[in-house]
T-cell receptor, first 114, second 115 residues
Framework: KNQVEQSPQSLIILEGKNCTLQCNYTVSPFSNLRWYKQDTGRGPVSLTIMTFSENTKSNGRYTATLDADTKQSSLHITASQLSDSASYICVVSARTGGSYIPTFGRGTSLIVHP | DAGVTQSPTHLIKTRGQQVTLRCSPKSGHDTVSWYQQALGQGPQFIFQYYEEEERQRGNFPDRFSGHQFPNYSSELNVNALLLGDSALYLC??????????????FGPGTRLTVL
């Protein structure tokens, strides 16, 4: 069974600090891994995507890493801002036939305090 | 260019009733996927529609059904509602022929409450 596990479940940091979120997965056959940001009551928005051959991808203050051997990924947020408060979801997709079927993690809830 | 739109925004139903949720995909997209997101959980894949047919299905009972129209818009129907069906229902669209690994764009969701 394909699974995506995220840690920590929740995190509270002060504005301006850095943080790292973790994602472990067992998804086969692996196609790609995305990190999404989901504000409360809104749909998820893609931050980064990585394929098997990529091990780092940046998007502004967000940097994602992927270790396909250990099946782990991390999302590093630099110089956090209040607007970073959201749920961060790791999504790993398997390619089945002509479709990409995603498996979602439960997310890490990040709260940034002033 | 409008992104993915969903209607209604919120909905309140009672147990046993039936509900229909609607989704219009992002312009240029031909594939629609539906997800159920319970409070505090990640989205769970319900099914995916392409060329007006259900192509993939997650682990959801037959009470959950859908439809895709020729203009690529889609409906999600849930029959015999249970309290446990209360959730945020997300629609995501993508372009099947995309080389960008089928990036999905999500709508804002429909919040369904079953009393």
């Amino acid at each position: 069974k394909n699974q995506v596990e995220q840690s920590p479940q929740s995190l509270i940091i002060l504005e301006g600090k850095n943080c790292t979120l973790q994602c472990n997965y067992t998804v086969s056959p692996f196609s790609n891994l995305r990190w999404y940001k989901q504000d409360t009551g809104r749909g998820p928005v893609s931050l980064t995507i990585m394929t098997f051959s990529e091990n780092t991808k940046s998007n502004g203050r967000y940097t994602a890493t992927l270790d396909a051997d250990t099946k782990q990924s991390s999302l590093h947020i630099t110089a956090s801002q209040l607007s970073d408060s959201a749920s961060y979801i790791c999504v790993v997709s398997a390619r089945t036939g002509g479709s990409y079927i995603p498996t979602f993690g439960r997310g890490t809830s990040l709260i940034v305090h002033p | 260019d409008a992104g993915v739109t969903q209607s209604p925004t919120h909905l309140i139903k009672t147990r046993g009733q039936q509900v229909t949720l609607r989704c219009s995909p992002k312009s240029g997209h031909d594939t629609v996927s539906w997800y159920q997101q319970a409070l505090g959980q990640g989205p769970q894949f319900i099914f995916q529609y392409y060329e007006e047919e259900e192509r993939q299905r997650g682990n959801f009972p037959d009470r959950f059904s859908g439809h895709q129209f020729p203009n690529y818009s889609s409906e999600l129907n849930v029959n015999a509602l249970l309290l446990g069906d209360s959730a945020l229902y997300l629609c995501a669209s993508s372009f099947r022929g995309s080389t960008s690994y089928n990036e999905q764009f999500f709508g804002p969701g429909t919040r369904l409450t079953v009393l």
